[in-house]
Structures are given as C-alpha cells and as structure tokens.
C-alpha cells in the first residue's frame, strides 16, 4: 500500500532507474497464459497500484481521431474556449462532476495547476449536448469521442473482470456491472499541459490519489506524469503513447478492504519541447451506489476497515477537500 509522501514540494529524488520497477500486464495473454497475467494484475494492484498495460487492442485510428478533435480544441484562443466552461454551459444531469473546460483551477478549493482541461461525460446524449460549445462540427466531435470512451471503457470493464477473478471474487462481473451501468458516474478527463519553459516549483497537477475505482491513463510522447512508491520515492513514469497506464483509486481500495492501495500521483509542469495531452477514463459507479469491502476480502486477519457509504457521499466528501487531502481516513471503522 503506497504511503503518504514525506513532502510534495516539486524536489524529487526519482531516478531513472526506478521506472523499470513499473510492472507490465501484457493483455495478450489472457487466453495463453491467463493464470500468471491474474496474478501478476493483483500483485501488480497490491505493490504499486499502478501497472503499464500492453496489448490493449485499442485500434490506433480510435485513439488519433479522439486526440486530434482534443488537440484542435486546445489550440483555441483561450476565449473561444471559455464557452465550453461549466459557467457558461452548464449540463444538468443531477450530477456532481462540473463538466466541460477548465484552466488552472483543479477542484474548488484553490488547488492550482500548469493546466487546461475537458471533462466529459461518458454517456453520448450528454457529450452530443456539450459538444457544441466545443467544436465547430459537433458530430465530428461527439463521433469521435465517444468511440474513444466506449474503447477505453471495454478495456477497463475487462480489466476488472479480470481482477475480480485474480482476488478470487465469485461473481466476477461485479465491478464492470458497475461501469456497464446506464447512471455509471465514470467519465473522460483530457488534460492539456501548455509549454512552461521556465523551471519553477509549479505542478502541472498536484498530488492526489484517483478517488474513483481506477483510472487508464495514456498520454502522448511528452513527459510529466509521476508516481509515489512506498518508499517514499517519486518515480517519472517513461511515456509510452502506444501504451495505458492503470492507476487504483480509493474505490478499489476499499472494496479491497485495503489490499489494494490508491496510488499517489502527480503531473510535473510541461518544460517542452511540446505540449503534453493526457487522456484518462475514470472508472465509477452510479452515484448511489453503495461501496463497501466486498466480503470475500474481510478476513479474521484483515477484518473490515471501512464503513459503507454510497459513491455520492463520499464524492461530495473529497470536493470539500483539497487535492492532497487524507480522504479515506474518515471512512475508516476506527479512524
Ligand atoms: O495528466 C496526467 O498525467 C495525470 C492527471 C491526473 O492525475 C488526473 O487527471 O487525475
Ligand atoms: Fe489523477
């Protein structure tokens, strides 16, 4: 389980060497060689919290097409962007998530970064309605995207079949049922880090940990995104644009009851030499439902740690917080 970092001033100790400690699930071998890809997944989930996934399946056209109608909005002056925002055009959907574009301010209370960014649903109606304040061929746009999303969402609805099954759950679809579902909170975050040349102690994104189930993350050939290992040691994790990065989130830790832990990251500020565009698919449940361990992972050894509470609540719990802040302690048995 990753621990807490002794300080998240920008001084890191990474050494280059440390990235090759990242594990790699290559999901080719789900037929030939499935027993040691379930439990290289779980040792994967239960060391770092964080895996390299190779052999995705997702075809590379899906992947430009959605990153080129992302890049074409980006490179917008920055008022033709702004109409895009949750300010001007709000979508009410009864949800929580402020959907749209961002700059700067990551959350709501003062967490800043060397950003700008889309938040999109993942239900096409929802990204058809927003696409207008985004592209000027709004089909183009919602076509792409949402190709993009159901791509991505499949693999990670795998991915968590295949987890379920590595930990020994019985029912091994209960994860991705939750990601299947039609009310599903889960979502696609593009995160669009401009060129900052000159070196400071700015964070392109602070640290955090994902408070969804978890998080497929690839980005282009650029730099910026880093990780905490238990040790304490802030690793630079290489890019690989042919590749996702899975990251566990406070969800999965707790229906691990704590077996799986959230993974601690945070993206540097972009020196160059081009701009950084980061996609990331949360994975979440609907927002009523109920998180809690599962009982399969409450042991006389580990009993529960964490109360049951619905996604809603403690997704309203982290947005009175900071980026940094300890958001599962709260939810503890005994705190
Ligand atoms: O863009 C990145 O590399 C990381 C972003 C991130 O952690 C997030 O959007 O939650
Ligand atoms: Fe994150």
């Known amino acids: 389980m990753v621990v807490a970092s002794p300080n998240s001033s920008l001084t890191t100790n990474s050494k280059p060497s440390a990235a090759a400690r990242i594990p790699t699930i290559d999901l080719s071998d789900r037929t030939s060689n499935r027993q040691a890809l379930l439990k290289l997944l779980v040792e994967a989930s239960e060391k770092y919290g964080f895996f390299k996934l190779i052999n995705h399946g997702i075809p590379q056209d899906c992947i430009s097409r959605a990153e080129e109608e992302a890049m074409a909005f980006f490179a917008k002056p920055t008022a033709e962007k702004l109409p895009a925002s949750p300010e001007i055009s709000p979508i009410d959907v009864g949800n929580t998530t402020r959907f749209g574009y961002g700059i700067n301010n990551i959350g709501r209370h003062g967490d800043i970064g060397e950003i700008e960014y889309l938040l999109l649903p993942s239900q096409p109606s929802l990204i058809s309605q927003l696409a207008f304040s985004i592209s000027q061929n709004p089909s183009k746009f919602s076509c792409a995207l949402n190709d993009y999303i159901q791509a991505t969402k499949n693999v990670a609805c795998e991915l968590l079949d295949l987890m379920a099954e590595g930990l020994g759950i019985s029912d091994n679809s209960i994860f991705s049922r939750m990601i299947l579902d039609a009310q599903s909170d889960s979502l696609l975050r593009i995160n669009h880090y401009f060129i900052h040349p ?138």
């Open 198 to 335: 000159t070196p400071s102690n700015k964070l392109g994104f602070g640290e955090h940990s994902d408070p969804q189930i978890f998080a497929i993350l690839r980005s282009n050939d650029i730099a910026g995104l880093q990780i905490l290992l238990d040790d304490g040691l802030w690793v630079t994790v290489p890019p690989d644009p042919t590749a996702y990065y899975v990251m566990i989130g406070d969800l999965f830790q707790v229906f691990t009851n704590g077996r799986f832990g959230s993974l601690k990251h945070r993206a540097t500020a972009n020196i160059g030499p081009r701009s950084r565009m980061s996609m990331t698919f949360f994975a979440s449940p609907s927002l009523d439902t109920w998180i809690s361990p599962l009982p399969e992972m409450i042991t006389s050894d580990q009993p529960c740690v964490y109360r049951s509470f619905t996604w809603r609540e403690y997704k309203t719990y982290i947005y009175s917080l900071t980026l940094a802040g300890s958001r599962l302690d709260s939810f503890k048995i005994r705190p």
